[in-house]
Structures are given as C-alpha cells and as structure tokens.
C-alpha cells in the first residue's frame, strides 16, 4: 500500500509533541550514506548518564496495543478477529503497525490517528532483511543456516496473512480496504514490512517485554566496549536510554546500543540485515535433523517431542558446543527401554505417554538426565555424537557443492551490495565454525571410543548368535 515517509530531522517535533524528552542527543543523519541514528549534541559522562525518556503510554506493548483498541474500533475489531494471535505481543504489535500503514493511505479514514500514525512515517521505506531478497539474493544462502531459516519464516508470515484475511474478509471495512480486487490495498509485502519493523525495532524492555521504544529504537548496534548505552525501566514506568557505566561520548558522536552481543551471524543478518564487519566467528548455528524413516518408534518420538527438531552449535571457548534435547530422542529405542502407552484422560481425549524403562517420563527434556545415569551412557552419547558429526559432514557437503553454483549466480543475477556481501560472509563463518565441530566431534568420538563400556558392548554385539541393532560409528 502507498505509504508516506517523513525526513528522519523532523522527528525531533514530534518527540516535543509526545513527550519524549531528549537530554543531549538528536535522532540523525548519519555521514557516509549509514542512515540515521543517535547523536550526542553535547559531551556526555556517567555523572549526566540520561540520554533519553520515553514515557510509558508511548511505549507499543501488548497492554498499550489494547488500551489503544478502546478507542479505535476497527483496531479492536481486528485485534478480536483473529483470537489467540492477538494476545501475543508480536500479534498485537504487528496488526497495531499495519492500522498505521492503513490509516495513512487512506487519509485517514481507517483507523484513529495517535502519535504512531506519524511515527511510521520516519521508519525506513525498506528494511534490507532476508524477507526482502529476490531469488538470486536468496540463492546465495544455499548450505547455510539461515536458508532453512528464512524458508520457514516465509512460510510462517503467509500462514499468518492467511489466517489474517480468513477471520477479517467478513468485516465491511476490511473487505473494501483490504481485500476486494479493485480496492483493496493490502498485499503480503505489507505484511513482510510490518514484521521487518517489529522484528528490526523491538526491544526486550524490564519490566514491559517485547516492545517497540520510540526513539530508543533508532539507536544503531555495536557490540562489546563499543556499546554505549542501554536501555532501562525507570521508577514511574517510563523508558529511558542511559550511558552505560565508564562511558564517554563526545559532541556529535554516535549513541549506540547492543542487540545482542551473544547473537549470532545467522540470527543479526535474520532480524537485522547486517553482520557486523568486526565479527569474525558465526558464534553459532542450528541445524535440523529428522527421525529415521525406518525407526518403528518414528510417529510417538515425534509427537512427545518438545523442542525443535534440530540442535545447536556453538563456540565454547576453543571447542565446539551442542544443545538439543530432541537428539536424544534419535539415540535410543525400544531395546534400550524407551516405550510408549496411551492412556485415557477422559472419555474423550487420550495422551501418548513416553516411559524409559518402565518409568514414566514427566518431561521429554529430562530424557538426557535419565540416559546419563545408566551404565550405557557412554553408548548413547557416543550415538549422539556420531549422529551430530553425520549432519554436520552433510551440512558441509551442501555448502562445498554449492559453490559452483554461488558464483554462477553472482555472474546471472543482479544483486544489493549489501546482500550479496552478507550472504557469502555468513558462509564462510558458518564453513568455519562446522568445521570446527566436525573435529572436535571426531576427538570426542575417538575418547568415547575407548571406553570399557563401549568396547565391552561391541565386542558383546560382534559375538551374539542373534542380530543387534546395527551400530555405525564410523
């Protein structure tokens, strides 16, 4: 839909307007094409720390979303259409962002204007995250994580547009203004663009959670001693930006906060379009993997699962480390003492139940705890860490192969500087840190190996008249 920008210098009117009280900073240009920010407009210490305030009935939560709905009608009869999906703090936020953009480009006519119909306006036209790049641009994720990722969150954002136009099609407003082929405005780039605002602006505020801080929220990431500033809950609820402890910053330079020191590539270039030019490790990664066809127990695993179906690496000091839950799950079976039984809740509902050993297991993300204290522990991590190692090799394959591939495409397609830089630096961070944990699962497959207790069960496996499970620890 057709959507009017304001320069970002004129967004100082409006902070007096609201009440936004700035003490030493200015929302800014920034020299060398770097866009906006926030720019001290005079020497500050730690003596003068307050930068910024916000006040709380500004501050775009889930409870302001539906302080606003009470007055605003077709906010509120949006926000009950769609149920559930509005009592999320992402739901709330984004149809509140997209009355916005309905409210501007029909002049008004949908929607109550408030400090937010204005604010959108000094929000970047586009917003250069993944949900945005062509094909070609997307191409060149190919082998990297980011590109399972960005697919299912594609995937994700058109089942929400979906469910979006299925409970709104029978509102009158929203059926002319929305959806009808010859008036309707809405298309699913605007709803990539309300998520790109929301994911790109929201802050984890104390004591409020995910919201969007006016203001706040045009502050720039930098990372470690370069962050100087950080965002807080003061005593009357409002949001304020301090400078952090034993920081300086001198007139005219850049006010900055931290997104995320602990993100990784994949998720800052995810949410934020960026990797920093200073990172020089992928810091961490998540993989998917999947249930064997062939494992009888394959239906019930799935469905007592309560973690995502993959794991985690990442740089544990001078080696690799893993999380996952769900892989434990992969490393056992029926032989080892894992059952399942469905009991009867009530006359109409039964529930699939995991047992290990005959005990019931209360919380699937507890089966590591019950699996490490069994004589065969060291069985099952060595099934561990040779499923991991597997998926990291095949990981690797992709990402090796696709090679060819990345540089016909950077000759055939036209691409953002930006995006195709970003893609093939994330490449080889992630090549790099799966490289990493292919050796260092190898070292620990190797010590595992001379376990007593594994030996003793190959040898045992080797003599037995009847078959055994097969066992690959190659």
């Known amino acids: 839909m057709r959507r009017e920008t304001l320069p970002i210098d004129h967004l100082a009117v409006w902070a007096q307007l609201n009440g936004v009280e700035y003490n030493g900073v200015k929302v800014s240009t920034l020299p060398e094409s770097r866009g906006s920010g926030l720019v001290a407009t005079r020497s500050k210490s730690e003596e003068d720390a307050l930068l910024l305030t916000v006040p709380q009935d500004l501050v775009l939560s889930l409870e302001n979303v539906w302080i606003y709905a009470k007055s605003d009608r077709h906010l509120h009869q949006i926000l009950e259409a769609v149920g559930e999906y509005s009592k999320t703090a992402r739901g709330a936020i984004l149809i509140f962002l997209l009355l916005q953009l309905t409210n501007g480009a029909t002049n008004g006519k949908i929607g109550v204007s408030n400090p937010f119909s204005q604010y959108v306006k000094f929000l970047p036209a586009r917003v250069p995250i993944p949900t945005f790049w062509n094909d070609g641009e997307r191409a060149l994720l190919t082998g990297t994580s980011l590109e399972a990722a960005l697919e299912a969150k594609l995937n994700s954002l058109d089942r929400e547009f979906t469910l979006l136009k299925n409970r709104t099609m029978s509102i009158d407003w929203c059926q002319q203004y929305w959806w009808d ?92 379009g960026f990797i920093e030019s200073t990172m020089i490790s992928a810091k961490e990664l998540f993989l998917d993997i999947d249930i064997s066809d062939d494992d009888p127990l394959r239906l019930a695993k799935k469905a007592v ?134 050796e260092d699962f190898e070292t620990k497959k190797t010590n595992l190996l001379k376990s007593p207790v594994v030996q003793e069960y190959l040898a045992s496996a080797t003599t037995q008249s009847e078959p055994v499970p097969d066992e690959d620890f190659s």
């Open 305 to 438: 699962a309560k973690s995502a179906p993959g794991f985690r690496l990442f740089n544990d000091g001078d080696s690799t480390g893993w999380e996952s839950s769900f892989i434990w799950l992969l490393c056992v079976n029926e032989e080892d003492g894992l059952d399942f039984k469905l009991l009867q809740i009530n006359d109409s509902e039964r529930e699939l139940q995991a047992y290990w050993k005959e005990k019931e297991i209360e919380n699937m993300l507890q089966l590591s705890s019950l699996l490490e204290a069994e004589p065969l522990w060291d069985i099952f991590n060595l099934r561990a860490i040779s499923t991991l190692q597997n998926r990291v090799e095949k990981q690797l394959f992709i990402l090796k192969c696709s090679k060819k591939y990345i540089k016909e495409i950077l000759e055939t397609w036209k691409h953002d500087d930006n995006a195709r830089n970003n893609a093939l630096k994330l490449r080889d961070l992630e090549e790099t840190l799966l490289l990493h944990a292919y």
């Open 181 to 272: 082929l010859e008036t309707g405005i809405l298309t699913f780039d605007d709803w990539k663009q309300v998520d790109a605002m929301y994911r790109s602006r929201a802050l984890d505020l104390p004591g409020t959670g995910h919201a969007v801080v006016p203001c706040v929220d045009m502050a720039n990431h930098a990372s470690a001693d370069d962050t100087s500033a950080l965002y807080e809950t003061d005593s009357n609820g409002d949001a304020i930006l301090l400078l952090r402890d034993g920081k300086k910053i001198t007139s005219g330079g850049e006010v900055a906060i931290t997104y995320g020191d602990e993100k990784g590539a994949c998720e800052m270039l995810f949410s934020y």
